[in-house]
């Protein structure tokens, strides 16, 4: 049975820090993409960053581009996303998906888009002076 289950939010200042894991188990993390979302309040599930573990490459957010960095840690199977610099934008829940990716996908750019078929329950980031 895949699990996800994220850790790591909690109430930041803007301009600090913050890592955030996603804990994976019951699959082989090196063949899946893995995603990052971020659900504000009264807004749809937004697609920050993904990183496709076949291959190691890996996407982001245009918004978010160049402060947010996401990397795994096969020995530990989680998937890491560390945003620094944050804004008060950057608040909401964040979700980590997996999906498995067949060979012929290995070298597929990950995608930002819902439709994974694993979720994690969420981990609250709250960005408040």
């Known amino acids: 049975q895949v699990q996800l289950v994220e850790s790591g939010g909690g109430l930041v200042q803007p301009g600090g820090s913050l890592r955030l894991s996603c804990a994976t188990s019951?699959?082989?993390?090196?063949?899946?993409?893995v995603a990052w979302f971020r659900q504000a309040p009264g807004k749809e599930r937004q697609g920050v960053s993904c990183?496709?573990?076949?291959?190691?490459?890996?996407r982001f957010e245009d918004s978010v581009r160049g402060r947010l960095t996401v990397s795994t840690d096969y020995a530990k199977n989680t998937v890491y996303l560390d945003i620094s610099n944050l804004e008060l934008e950057d608040a909401g829940v964040y979700f980590c998906?997996?999906?498995?990716?067949?060979?012929?996908?290995?070298?597929?750019?990950?995608?930002?888009?819902?439709?994974?078929?694993?979720w994690g329950q969420g981990t609250q980031v709250t960005v408040s002076s």
């Open positions: 998906a997996a999906d498995w990716l067949p060979t012929l996908l290995h070298h597929r750019d990950c995608k930002l888009t819902t439709d994974f078929t694993h």
């Open positions: 019951g699959l082989t993390l090196s063949y899946h993409e």
């Open positions: 990183i496709n573990n076949a291959d190691g490459s890996s």
